[in-house]
């Protein structure tokens, strides 16, 4: 074909309503556009409906949330999707609808498992079977290994695997959606189509930049001691000035070179082409392209794609990269985490080892007790009691919604007969609490006072005499139900090792309370009972807290203006507002200051780490202690907010009030 020519395709976008019902609306559409990235784990569809078809008739239509999007072109399904969202703006004459495949369950469901010795195929075929989707095919790695997970994402799960093979295959791997199904492939696949200058390519732009260079890089021991500094004399000539990364190690005899070479990242070229090919040309797989006037010339791949029809003519975007990078992934640890707070937990120096967090227990927690997780762990550790194990009662005694009479209504949510008779109670004898907390803690009392201290009840014991057969409980039921909740929820069978050892009274459980902002070895008291090492520490908390629920996120915004910045922006004003000089960005923070583990992060201290959705790629927050961390994250316009603690991809704690 000639340059100006036009690809004209048969299009047809159907409609299938959940009770079977299928409508074509390809009458009622003026486009249809479907784009994908290597950063992106769903593949998107977006189209309007004229004005013409009215709100009713929309609804009518089945074309709402949750029902299924099929497009054809040329008799041929080539996409598969659930409408996520309809919108109509006021001044619009379209109604805009947008869909995401199966993938989009990948990135939302998330679990909490321990795999070990596993392929990163079979991790892969047991998530997509969780996940309730079909499984296509998985490229084989034979690699078995082990790592442990908590309440990470399907699709982060399996790529994490698929990572740490690739490092012995060499290979990279890329998630591939067909219509209904997944499959995991190999990554770099060549196409057939190629693109030339004379026939099918309208239009290339080509660009080279040096902001992720990296030509220096600095090896650093757990404490953030200096134990090199590395310099690429061939990167340095391209960019003369100092751009640093940091190589955290436990070892430092096993270092070598190729660690050091690996951080190390020059010129990114890359090149925008838009064209006429066909729908194969999707992120992850490699194209050839022949481009005399820029010079392009070569096989590249693709970093992004975006296809669309307009009435029947038919062009496609590309963003092409010189390199064939794998959406790396590194969720989870290879060690089987006993404190998964950062050892930063206001309940107790340790959680004694449940490996139990408020994250994992939200997953299951629903009506009034619906983000009452931080609850559960922290009782669970004042009290010595499994929070999983206070959890799995009242999921037993008060339903799967947690929204019994008595929950509701008593705040009791493990259904207690009280004795205390200072506690109000039904015509039953059943506890009335004045709060959802005092409801919590009671059931916490009882077991790990009277039944796990005093009588050593087995967990099995405690369940035969919490819900005695003689109420009419099927006590064998009970225990098997709630036992295969743990491993479901925890990724971990239950044994008794796991129950807790309790505590003797009320006020041994209360000694067991730690509130403070810096693994207590502060002196300077702040609020809520903070206890800061130094000024510089409890100016940079105190401000941070005291935005939460305040401000606005502007990507790249003021570095003085607190009240409308970004995520570095936020972490540089506060360390300036305590005299501390920090860099304006994350690429100059995650080097910022002394590097610690995360394992010893106190209040005040920076976590650098990846981002998917950010365009440098990267986010900063602040721990503020407790467990939790204050960031400036967005979305655009979106107020500093303040959860807990967690890190994402690579990630860098730096330490810069001492």
Known sequence: MEVGDTIMNKVKLIVHIRDGSFWDVSNMIPYVKISGSTSSVARTLETELFQTINDKQIKQLGIVEGSTLCFYVDGTEIYRGNIVDVSKASNSNTTKITAKDIGYTLANAKYSKNYVNMTAEKVADEMTKLSRLKVGKFIGTNIKLTRYFRDVSAYEIIMTMYTLASKTTKKKYMLDIDLDKVNIIERGLALTIAFDEDSNIFSVE?????????????????????????????????????????????????????????????????????????????????????????????????????????????????????????????????????????????????????????????????????????????????????????????????????????????????????????????????????????????????????????KNRSYDQIISTWAPKSDGNNVTAYIANTKKWYKEWTGTDWNDSKRGSGVASDAEAEKNVVITGSNGTGTIEGVNGYKFVNQKQKIIVEEALKMVGKGRYTYGGSRSNIYATDCSGFIHILHKKAGIRIGEGTGSQLSAGRGVSLSKAMAGDIIVMDSKYSPSGRHVVLCVGNGKIVHNGGPEGAHISMRSIYTYGKYYVRRCWE
């Open 206 to 454: 080509h660009t080279a930049s040096v902001e992720n260079l990296i030509n220096q890089v600095t090896v650093v021991d757990k404490d953030g001691n200096r134990i090199s500094e590395n310099v690429n004399k061939d990167l340095l000539k391209i960019f003369n000035r100092m751009k640093n990364a940091v190589l955290e190690v436990e070892d430092k005899s096993k270092v070598n070179k190729a660690m050091i070479d690996e951080l190390y990242h020059g010129v990114d070229y890359t090149s925008k082409l838009e064209g006429y090919g066909n729908y194969t040309c999707k992120s992850g797989m490699k194209v050839h392209v022949s481009d005399k006037h820029t010079g392009l010339i070569g096989e590249f791949y693709i970093d992004s794609d975006t296809h669309e029809w307009i009435g029947g003519n038919y062009k496609c975007s590309l963003d092409l990269n010189f390199k064939n990078i794998m959406d790396d992934k590194d969720a989870g640890s290879d060690t089987l985490d006993k404190n998964n707070d950062g050892g930063m937990t206001t309940t107790g120096t340790k959680d004694w080892g449940h490996g139990v967090t408020a994250e994992m227990l939200n997953k299951v927690l629903r009506g009034p007790l619906a983000g009452k997780g931080d609850l559960f762990v922290k009782y669970g550790n004042m009290y010595k009691v499994n929070p999983m194990l206070m959890l799995m009662i009242s999921r037993m005694e008060t339903g799967a919604g947690f929204n019994s009479n008595l929950a509701r209504n008593c705040n009791n949510f493990f259904g207690i007969r009280d004795p205390d008779p200072n506690i109000r109670k039904t015509s039953g004898g059943f506890g009335i609490y004045s709060s959802i907390e005092e409801g919590i803690k009671r059931g916490f009392h009882f077991i790990g006072i009277s039944h796990i201290h005093k």
